[in-house]
């Protein structure tokens, strides 16, 4: 099956700058997440949808931060204005149902670099 | 989440077996142990996952202590491929989110 898609690969944006992510879970998965790495810490959770509900949006920063999933499918994930320390790489996650027997298939993530 | 607490890096020669600690005390009798790795520039990969049993799949070998205080992920020969970051992460039975730490960062020499 095929893999979840994000893109871009990379961006470099400067700081106050609006940015945004996408990604294609694999088809079928009802729960996708979006998680945010900073070099040389582990992902962090930022927000979890059931098909185009939010489950958990608890560490998300909303003031800057928005994320959708029309329709259930794919997701954007919105950075606007963007700060230094959103320098992170995004990872996109997706699952069948929310259950301990599934875990998570990721996508490669984008590398953004805010200057 | 409980925690789990794993070295920060660990080396190994290539084609010698491999065994990552983790230890997670405060393990409440639902939660499975799942290990993940991530290879440069990739995003994390599922390696195996238990709850009280070893198991074994075709990546890895998960051994799991009798009072399920600790667990060691066993690599039976690792390849220079295996070099990654490894996250050991506790999940109740509900499906609750992964909470992912620092990991471990293997280095595998040739």
């Known amino acids: 099956e095929a893999g979840v898609a994000q893109s871009p690969r990379y961006k470099i944006i400067e700081k106050r700058q609006s940015v945004a992510f996408w990604c294609n879970p694999i088809?079928?998965?009802?729960?996708l997440y979006w998680y945010q790495q900073i070099l040389g810490q582990g992902p962090k959770l930022l927000i979890q949808f059931q098909n185009n509900g939010v489950v958990d949006d608890s560490q998300l920063p909303k003031d800057r931060f928005s994320a959708e999933r029309l329709k259930g499918v794919d997701s954007t994930l919105k950075i606007q204005p963007a700060k230094l320390e959103d320098s992170a790489v995004y990872l996109c996650?997706?699952?069948?149902?929310?259950?301990?027997?599934?875990?998570?298939?990721f996508g490669s993530g984008t590398r953004l670099t805010v200057v | 989440d409980a925690k789990t607490t794993q070295p920060n890096s660990m080396e190994s020669n290539e084609e010698e077996p491999v065994h990552l600690p983790c230890n997670h005390s405060t393990i409440s009798g639902t939660d499975y142990i799942h290990w993940y790795r991530q290879l440069p520039s990739q995003g994390p990969e599922y390696v195996i996952h238990?709850?009280?049993s070893n198991v074994n799949n075709r990546m890895a070998s998960l051994a799991i202590a009798e009072d399920r205080k600790s667990s060691t992920l066993i690599l039976h020969r690792a390849t220079l491929r295996d070099a990654a970051v490894y996250y050991c992460?506790?999940?109740?039975?509900?499906?609750?989110?992964?909470?992912f730490g620092p990991g471990t960062r293997l280095s595998v020499l040739p």
């Open positions: 992460i506790l999940r109740g039975n509900y499906g609750q989110n992964f909470v």
């Open positions: 238990g709850l009280t």
């Open positions: 088809s079928g998965h009802a729960t």
């Open positions: 996650a997706s699952s069948p149902v929310r259950t301990v027997n599934y875990g998570y298939t």
